[in-house]
């Protein structure tokens, strides 16, 4: 049974500090690795993909993998109210049709 | 990113009816797409799994004859909910992946049975 494990939060952090959010995956073949953002009462859209070990940037974001310890995390620097959701890590094999997803982490960024 | 267009968006049916929502992919071919459901404050659902041009793969506990997917071209899956009951009054969502690359999600829809 693939499983991909996040806390369930609340996280709450200040405006402007780092949210740091993290992701831990049981199964060791996995090669693809997503982040996705929902807002209450809409479907998700992805933030990061990464699929080797090390840190990707992508403006306010930074997704880091370390594949040793099946762990991934994302960074959200200079964190904004409008940050304030809940996010996804989503894991995924070599194959075409296995992408599996936490249960999110909700983050709560207060003015 | 990538557009994957879902409709309708929002729906409220009578009990006993059925219900079909389109899941399209605009500008990839999506090799497979997902059908997931979401109660409030709950997380996703994933229903089950459909590559183009084969039968959908469901998760424990989905009835396939009540949640019928047609994945029949790579731009284009459906989901109808057959016999809908109100306890099928949810928040469904597909999403669509070319390859390995990453899923997009549709705008998702409220369905409401009653």
């Known amino acids: 049974q693939k499983e991909v494990e996040q806390n369930s939060g609340p996280l709450s952090v200040p405006e402007g500090a780092i949210a740091s959010l993290n992701c831990t995956y049981s199964?060791?073949?996995?090669?693809?690795f997503f982040w996705y953002r929902q807002y209450s009462g809409k479907s998700p859209e992805l933030i990061m993909s990464i699929y080797s070990n090390g840190d990707k940037e992508d403006g306010r974001f930074t997704a880091q993998l370390n594949k040793a310890s099946q762990y991934v995390s994302l960074l959200i620097r200079d964190s904004q109210p409008s940050d304030s959701a809940t996010y996804l890590c989503a894991v995924s094999n070599s194959g075409y049709s296995t992408l599996t997803f936490g249960k999110g982490t909700m983050l709560l960024v207060s003015p | 990113g990538a557009v994957v267009s879902q409709h309708p968006s929002r729906v409220i049916c009578k009990s006993g009816t059925s219900v079909k929502i389109e899941c399209r992919s605009l500008?990839?071919?999506?090799?497979?797409m997902f059908w997931y459901r979401q109660f409030p404050k709950q997380s996703l659902m994933l229903m089950a799994t459909?590559?183009?041009?084969?039968?959908?793969?469901?998760e424990q506990g989905v009835e396939k004859d009540k949640f019928l997917i047609n994945h029949a071209s790579l731009t284009l899956s459906t989901l109808t909910v057959t016999s809908a009951h109100p306890e099928d009054s949810s928040f469904y969502i597909c999403?669509?992946?070319?390859?390995?690359?990453?899923?997009?999600f549709g705008q998702g829809t409220r369905l409401t049975v009653v």
């Open positions: 999403s669509a992946r070319e390859g390995q690359l990453e899923a997009f």
């Open positions: 500008d990839f071919q999506a090799t497979t």
């Open positions: 199964d060791r073949v996995s090669q693809s």
């Open positions: 459909s590559n183009e041009g084969s039968k959908a793969t469901y």
